[in-house]
């Protein structure tokens, strides 16, 4: 078992910038894929940004490419998506999320998850 704890959530004007963290334990290894994923209220949980265990292979969805960048510190179990930029149309709850296998954009491709935290843009 992982268990995934987010945090750095919060309240930001737009064109401003927040670092969120996910600190992985119990089960936890390097090898493990991180991915960060958004649900917006009413719509469904979308992809956001994933990693690989070495740190090398970065993926983004396009919304947020240019703008978000994902990183893992193997040492400290932790990864963070840096968000800057930031537009109202980012509000929603972030997830992260670890899976065993290769990276993917599906939800159903991670087996662990967060509880989410909450961003909200203003304008």
């Known amino acids: 078992q992982v268990q995934l704890v987010e945090s750095g959530g919060g309240l930001v004007q737009a064109g401003g910038s927040l670092r969120l963290s996910c600190a992985a334990s119990?089960?936890?290894?390097?090898?493990?894929?991180m991915g960060w994923f958004r649900q917006a209220p009413g719509k469904e949980r979308e992809f956001v940004a994933a990693i690989g265990w070495s740190g090398a292979g970065r993926y983004y969805a396009d919304s947020v490419k240019g703008r978000f960048t994902i990183s893992r510190d193997n040492a400290r179990n932790t990864v963070y998506l840096q968000m800057n930029s930031l537009k109202p149309e980012d509000t929603a709850v972030y997830y992260c999320a670890s899976t065993r296998l290769r990276v993917g954009v599906r939800t159903s491709e991670y087996d662990y998850w967060g509880q989410g935290t909450q961003v909200t843009v203003s304008s």
């Open positions: 119990g089960r936890t290894s390097s090898s493990y894929v």
